[in-house]
């Protein structure tokens, strides 16, 4: 295999900009197979062409493509003339490689060079598999399936058995810039990973009380951004100190109260960092009822503290389904370690389940949440991750 096609799906259509995110597709998957031994990636009428070399890693370029958002899938192909005996040759070839038998030919066509259609080409071909190797044809269920894709002069050759599925969505970079809120759980690198495909630029930002949580808490979240870091190339993570911020709260504010103010105060500290980046909206892996803080009234009571878009993509998803997405993304593992998140710090027996905004307001007056907020911002760490 010399070659791989990218296809890309919903880029096709965004008419008006679709050569933009053609553009940043192409850009990304430079970026992404940066370290690889490859000759060139290129647009080629609606696709995107990976050229390969004797010395191409196809393993580890399939495991970076993979990861890039925007790509539907991709094959590894052959690259050949538009003739065709060539697709003859060519795909006796392949179907000798292999042990199955009952097939289907599926020859599409871009531009308007090479003189026989699809159909035509799907008949030739198919027929002269079964006169020269005694194979059978099946449209609705094939054992396999060989594709001849013909762009005017060129053609690429391959089977449905190497197709490799991407993560879909759109190409990083063209949906603007979020701020996740990453805390070390299940949940919230899953977020993450949704916004990402759809586009986004995700900058994480986490809380971190090193009086209770050990350096390995932060070393796990840390491990959370270098994995999801693939699916978007590069990151920024910040680390807000918390303890004073909590010390303060347990100080002054009666147990069932202080999760609602924790969560508000990440808020009031992850809007400010979103105003300074540059970022449209947070994101949070919260999601309904599944513990006392992810009330509608909590949730209700914690997103007033901010006119800010929050983005909670697993509202309404079920555990299980977003364990399969961690396990599938590879946040699962690390997400399972066993330490503890600083919101575990103090919480009541019973929280409130109905906090309303006029009595978390009264408890609020007891501090001075300005200067609380400016405090952690100034001491807030950043660090940036590359694939
Ligand atoms: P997760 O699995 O993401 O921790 P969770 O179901 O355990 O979520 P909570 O612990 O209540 O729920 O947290 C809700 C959301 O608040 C998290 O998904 C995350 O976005 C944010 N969050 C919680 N703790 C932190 C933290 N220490 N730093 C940054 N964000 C946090
Ligand atoms: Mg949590």
Same mark, same amino acid.
């Given at each position: 295999?010399?070659?791989?096609?990218?296809?890309? @799906?919903?880029?096709?259509?965004?008419?008006?900009?679709?050569?933009?995110?053609?553009?940043?597709?192409?850009?990304?998957?430079?970026?992404?197979? %940066?370290?690889?031994?490859? %000759?060139?990636?290129?647009?080629?009428?609606?696709?995107?062409?990976?050229?390969?070399?004797?010395?191409?890693?196809?393993?580890?370029?399939?495991?970076?493509?993979?990861?890039?958002?925007?790509?539907?899938?991709?094959?590894?192909?052959?690259?050949?003339?538009?003739?065709?005996?060539?697709?003859?040759?060519?795909? /006796?070839?392949?179907?000798?490689?292999?042990?199955?038998?009952?097939?289907?030919?599926?020859?599409?066509?871009?531009? +308007?060079?090479?003189?026989?259609?699809?159909?035509?080409?799907?008949?030739?071909?198919?027929?002269?598999?079964?006169?020269?190797?005694?194979?059978?044809?099946?449209?609705?269920?094939?054992?396999?399936?060989?594709?001849?894709?013909?762009?005017?002069?060129?053609?690429?050759?391959?089977?449905? +058995?190497?197709? *490799?599925?991407?993560?879909?969505?759109?190409?990083?970079?063209?949906?603007?810039?979020?701020? !996740? &809120? &990453?805390?070390?759980?299940?949940? #919230?690198?899953?977020?993450?990973?949704?916004?990402?495909?759809?586009? !986004?630029?995700?900058?994480?930002?986490?809380?971190?009380? =090193?009086?209770?949580?050990? /350096?390995?808490?932060?070393?796990?979240?840390?491990?959370?951004?270098?994995?999801?870091? $693939?699916?978007?190339?590069? #990151?920024?993570?910040?680390?807000?100190?918390?303890?004073?911020?909590?010390?303060?709260?347990? /100080?002054?504010?009666?147990?069932?109260?202080?999760?609602?103010?924790?969560?508000?105060?990440?808020?009031?500290?992850?809007?400010?960092?979103?105003?300074?980046?540059?970022? @449209?909206?947070?994101?949070?892996?919260?999601?309904?009822?599944?513990?006392?803080?992810?009330?509608?009234?909590?949730?209700?009571?914690?997103?007033?503290?901010? $006119?800010?878009?929050?983005?909670?993509?697993?509202?309404?998803?079920?555990?299980?389904?977003?364990?399969?997405?961690?396990? +599938?993304?590879?946040?699962?593992?690390?997400?399972?370690?066993?330490?503890?998140? !600083? !919101? #575990?710090?103090?919480?009541?027996?019973?929280?409130?389940?109905?906090?309303?905004?006029?009595?978390?307001?009264?408890?609020?007056?007891?501090?001075?949440?300005? +200067?609380? *907020?400016?405090?952690?911002?100034? =001491?807030?760490?950043?660090?940036?991750?590359?694939?």
């Amino acid at each position: 295999m010399d070659s791989i096609l990218v296809h890309y @799906g919903e880029i096709a259509l965004k008419k008006g900009k679709r050569s933009f995110f053609e553009n940043l597709l192409v850009g990304n998957i430079k970026q992404a197979l %940066q370290q690889e031994k490859i %000759q060139g990636v290129r647009k080629i009428f609606g696709r995107i062409l990976i050229t390969l070399n004797a010395a191409s890693d196809q393993e580890s370029i399939t495991k970076k493509l993979r990861c890039v958002p925007g790509i539907i899938s991709f094959a590894f192909c052959q690259k050949v003339p538009s003739d065709i005996a060539v697709f003859r040759k060519t795909i /006796e070839g392949l179907a000798r490689q292999q042990d199955k038998t009952i097939f289907m030919i599926r020859a599409k066509k871009a531009g +308007k060079e090479f003189p026989l259609g699809s159909m035509e080409v799907n008949k030739q071909v198919g027929a002269h598999l079964v006169g020269a190797l005694g194979y059978t044809v099946d449209l609705e269920h094939p054992e396999i399936a060989f594709y001849i894709e013909i762009v005017n002069q060129l053609a690429f050759v391959y089977t449905d +058995k190497d197709v *490799v599925q991407g993560v879909g969505g759109l190409p990083t970079g063209s949906s603007g810039k979020v701020i !996740c &809120l &990453l805390s070390g759980g299940i949940d #919230s690198p899953v977020a993450a990973y949704y916004l990402m495909r759809r586009g !986004c630029s995700v900058t994480f930002v986490h809380f971190y009380n =090193a009086s209770i949580t050990s /350096e390995a808490a932060l070393e796990k979240v840390k491990d959370l951004v270098r994995v999801l870091t $693939p699916y978007q190339l590069r #990151s920024t993570l910040q680390v807000v100190p918390f303890t004073a911020l909590q010390n303060v709260i347990i /100080e002054k504010i009666p147990a069932d109260y202080r999760m609602i103010l924790y969560r508000r105060f990440m808020l009031r500290i992850a809007e400010a960092l979103a105003c300074k980046e540059g970022a @449209g909206a947070l994101l949070t892996g919260e999601n309904l009822a599944q513990v006392a803080s992810q009330t509608l009234e909590n949730l209700n009571t914690i997103s007033a503290v901010t $006119p800010m878009q929050i983005f909670r993509p697993l509202i309404g998803f079920d555990k299980d389904d977003i364990i399969k997405i961690a396990r +599938k993304i590879g946040t699962y593992e690390i997400s399972i370690q066993p330490y503890g998140d !600083c !919101c #575990s710090y103090m919480i009541a027996e019973h929280p409130q389940t109905k906090a309303k905004l006029p009595a978390v307001e009264q408890h609020e007056k007891k501090l001075d949440v300005q +200067k609380l *907020v400016s405090a952690a911002l100034k =001491a807030t760490k950043k660090e940036e991750f590359k694939i």
